[in-house]
Each structure stands twice: as structure tokens, then as C-alpha cells.
């Protein structure tokens, strides 16, 4: 069984290890607050199904298809989240499909990543998901959908990383380098493309390989402090911000290391 790694696991690893070893080794839980996402999943649904099911004998499907997907996906949602889906796609539809001479069938919509990475005799899978894979003339486009009502780029370094994870494992799944890793803001239209290339493998490589050491020795946890202790749930038991930390609490979680190597 391998090590699962992730983009936002190996995000956190780059923040702090001392905070990714709490979280993910210890398994501390945290009281983080994740907010309704219905409106938001209805329309990643309805998206996924105008590009996957769209039969593709003519160019273009009219306004009537995003109607109808919106209608498959919308049901359990209340009566102001339908009307401002219902927004939301047609504005889609107007930016992304309508000003194109004809819909491109994707390689797929709503699909998994996995990968695998051997480093010090560990074996890494790396797992994530996307919205939807096309194929260029030079290699693949992933396009995640954000429906948040803040356009928000993720900041460089979360971005580089979730560029080079998924280059890494398409480059297993499909042959084929990543080209470009684009955000499209559904609220405001905006698409925002990020170029993939070679450098952003070998450094997310890089991180796994200092991450394997750390596991397989269980040391070098170190705290990093920095503008994200802010926001750490994990504050209280950390020396590098609380002058008297909180001892760590019992927890009868095995790490994953322990489960991946049998022990
Ligand atoms: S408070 Fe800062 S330094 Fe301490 S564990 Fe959290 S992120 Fe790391």
C-alpha cells in the first residue's frame, strides 16, 4: 500500500512540516468550518454533464442544453440558489461556448489523478481531482471550475505544487505533458491560464523526496512560522509561537507510514 499524497497535503508539508506532521501524523483534528457548497456542486455537475454528454454531431449546442443540464442538477437546492446558477451558466455559456466556432469534446470531466512515486524505498500515490481535461495540439489543459463569489487566485507556491503533482501523475495516466492548468471563475467569466512545465515536476519531486526522509526517520518536523500561523489550528501545542504550548494529546490513529509499511 502506498503513502497517499496530495496537492493540499503537500502544500501544508511546504507551510510547516511541524503542522503537516500534526495534522497528517498524529492526526490532530482541527474545528476548521466548511460552509454549504450545494449551489456549488450543482454547478460543477451540470458543467460536467454539458461537456461529457453533449452528442457533438453539430458544433454548438444552443442555450436550451445548459438549461436542460441545469435542470438535471439543480433540484434540491433552494429557489434563489437556482435562479443564480441558472446566471452563472448562461453567462458560461455566452463567454465559453457560444464565442467558440465549435465545443471541443474533452478527454474526460470530473475525473480522478493518480499517480505513483517511488522515493527512499517508499512508494507514493498521488491522488487529486479535476472538472475537466482537454486535449491541446501540445499536450493536456486542466480547467478546475471555482464558483466561489471571490475571485481569489491560490497563492504561487500552492499553485506550483498542484501544477507539478498533476504533471507528474497525467504524465503516467495519459503520455502526455500538462500545458496549462487554468482557473475559470464562473461568477466573473474569467478564465486564468497557468503554464505547466518540467521545472514544476522536478521541484514537487524534490519536496516528496525531503518529505520520505522525514517519515521513514520520524524527525525534522520543524516548525516554520510564518503569515499561515495565523490561521493554525494547531498554534496551542506549537514552542515556535506559544511560550508555554499545550502538551500533544493521546491519539490512537496509526500514521499512514506505519500502515504502509506494515508495523
Ligand atoms: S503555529 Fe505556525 S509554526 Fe506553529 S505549527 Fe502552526 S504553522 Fe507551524
Known amino acids: 500500500m502506498a503513502y497517499q499524497i496530495s496537492a493540499t497535503k503537500l502544500q501544508a508539508y511546504q507551510r510547516c512540516p511541524y503542522a503537516y506532521y500534526l495534522r497528517y501524523e498524529r492526526k490532530l483534528t482541527t474545528n476548521e468550518f466548511f460552509g454549504s457548497a450545494a449551489l456549488g456542486t450543482a454547478l460543477h455537475q451540470a458543467l460536467a454533464q454539458c461537456h461529457r454528454d453533449w452528442h457533438y454531431r453539430h458544433p454548438l449546442p444552443d442555450l436550451r442544453w445548459v438549461h436542460h443540464c441545469w435542470r438535471q442538477h439543480s433540484a434540491g437546492l433552494t429557489a434563489s440558489q437556482v435562479s443564480e446558477g441558472l446566471e452563472i451558466l448562461e453567462n458560461y455559456y455566452h463567454n465559453f461556448i457560444a464565442s467558440e466556432v465549435a465545443l471541443t469534446q474533452p478527454l474526460a470531466v470530473e475525473g480522478k489523478i493518480q499517480g505513483y512515486l517511488q522515493v527512499e524505498n517508499l512508494e507514493f500515490l498521488i491522488v487529486g481531482r479535476y472538472d475537466r481535461l482537454d486535449f491541446l495540439a501540445d499536450g493536456l489543459e486542466l480547467i478546475d471550475y471555482k464558483s466561489s463569489r471571490e475571485a481569489k487566485l491560490p497563492d504561487e507556491m500552492e499553485m506550483d505544487i498542484q501544477i507539478g503533482l498533476y504533471y507528474l501523475a497525467l504524465e503516467q495516466t495519459y503520455q502526455q505533458s500538462l500545458k496549462y492548468l487554468s482557473l475559470l471563475f464562473l461568477r466573473t467569466g474569467e478564465k486564468i491560464r497557468f503554464e ?37 489550528t494547531f498554534a496551542r501545542y506549537c514552542s515556535a509561537v506559544t511560550a508555554n504550548p499545550a502538551p ?13 509499511l506494515n508495523l
Open 248 to 260: 500533544l494529546p493521546e491519539t490512537h490513529a496509526k500514521s499512514q507510514l506505519q500502515l504502509v
Open 196 to 232: 505547466a512545465t518540467e521545472a514544476h515536476k522536478e521541484r514537487v519531486q524534490e519536496m516528496i523526496s525531503n518529505l520520505a526522509v522525514r517519515l521513514r526517520y520520524d524527525r525534522g518536523w520543524d516548525a516554520t512560522p510564518g503569515e499561515q500561523c495565523d490561521r493554525c
